[in-house]
């Protein structure tokens, strides 16, 4: 092929041929397929001479270090990825660009299907590239990105004092875990132009548009907005239902007393515990916060009608629940509930007694 190329200057001088192969006897010899008569035609106008391949030094030199060089794998692989998030008025994207170990480039623009602040898009970006790289085996990994505020937050440099920020920042540190090295650098958004560009494309084109990069749309934000604290903690029921159980007393004697006393008008029917009283049937007992609802019900919810404190008390009882802050919740509820405030009665009368006015003259003024 090299004879081919370079005719004109192999022509004009000698080629000779060092190798281990034995290539003369194939050219050369008598049993050829057509295939390699059609190769010897053709080499044989250079007049090539075969020479046996003698040790070469420098190959040698070259085999010893190949065969000695310690590999060390986690030294080369680092991976890069740059990241930013971008932001329209109406919709957000993110661009990724990943550069594995081995140089493969990957390319990829996020569209969020949610409302978003700046920041959040950039902290959606970052979680994404995160999860992309450890999904492609990245072990070790060197993040830039041209958000100073995010890439200090992440180093520890400042702190998140959103609440949702704070969420985020969680997250990219619980991920970050499974990488056995990670930086993140803040680079300006001059030499990320790659990663921008491709975020303005995921914000500003339309999905259905072809495109050779991957495209993603993201339709929910990775943090959960829902959490839901569920009280765990002793009521005031707890105490009633342990003695009237099994006979059980708290420590305090002040308070066992207190209880064996109370008890009296408590009584448990299929782990409810129920209030007795003299006028109305049996009452169930609720915690403060399930009251605060029924309170808000009665007061203000459909059939509310912003009724008053001894009216709103007696719909409780009558509807059957008891607590025993009642009548300090709804006299807060009430005093604090907006509605009441706009619409209370003002009154006109004068801050002083009234006083008679006496004529000096007879139809004086
Ligand atoms: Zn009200």
């Known amino acids: 092929m090299a004879s081919r190329k370079l005719k004109p200057y192999c022509q004009s001088h000698q080629i000779i041929v060092r190798t281990s192969q034995p290539l003369k006897k194939i050219l050369e010899g008598k049993n050829k397929s057509s295939c390699i008569t059609d190769w010897a035609n053709q080499l044989a106008d250079f007049g090539i001479e075969y020479e046996p391949r003698t040790a070469i030094k420098a190959q040698a030199l070259a085999d010893f270090i190949a065969e000695r060089t310690i590999y060390h794998p986690e030294a080369n692989q680092v991976w890069k ?10 919709v957000k994207g993110a ?3 990943i550069v594995s170990s081995t140089g493969v480039r990957m390319e990829r623009a996020v569209r969020f299907e949610f409302a978003a602040s700046n920041n959040e898009a950039e902290y959606e970006a970052l979680l994404m590239g995160l999860k992309i790289c450890h999904e492609a085996g990245a072990k070790s990994l060197s993040g830039f990105f041209d958000s100073q505020l995010i890439v200090g937050q992440v180093n520890g440099e400042s702190e998140a004092k959103d609440d949702i920020m704070k969420m985020y920042l969680q997250q990219v ?6 990488f056995d090295k990670f930086t993140l650098v803040h680079i300006p958004r001059s030499q990320n132009a790659q990663a921008d560009s491709l975020a303005k494309l995921a914000s500003s084109a339309e999905i259905s548009a072809a495109r050779d990069i991957i495209w993603e749309v993201l339709p929910n934000p990775s943090i959960n907005f829902m959490v839901n604290t ?14 009237l159980q099994n006979q059980t007393l708290p420590q305090d004697e002040n308070q066992a007393k207190m209880l064996q006393k109370t008890a009296r008008w408590f009584a448990l029917h299929e782990g409810t515990l129920y209030k007795k009283s ?10 403060p916060e399930e009251g605060n609802y029924i309170l808000r019900e009665i007061h203000e919810g459909g059939c509310g009608i912003h009724q008053g404190v001894r009216t709103v008390i007696g ?5 059957g629940y008891y607590w025993p802050s009642l009548r300090g919740d709804t006299e807060t509820l009430i005093r604090r509930c907006p509605q009441c405030q706009y619409h209370s009665k003002i009154g006109r009368k004068p801050s002083n007694y009234l006083s008679a006015m006496q004529a000096v003259l007879p139809f004086d003024k």
Do not use: A
């Open 230 to 243: 569920i009280d765990r903690s002793e009521t005031w029921m707890e105490p009633y239902i342990k003695y």
């Open 95 to 97: 661009g990724l660009l």
């Open 278 to 287: 003299y006028t109305h049937p049996l009452l169930k007992c609720v915690s």
């Open 315 to 319: 719909k409780v009882l009558k509807n």
């Open 173 to 178: 540190k619980e991920f970050v875990k499974n």
């Open 81 to 90: 990825l740059y990241v930013d998030g971008s932001s329209k008025q109406s």
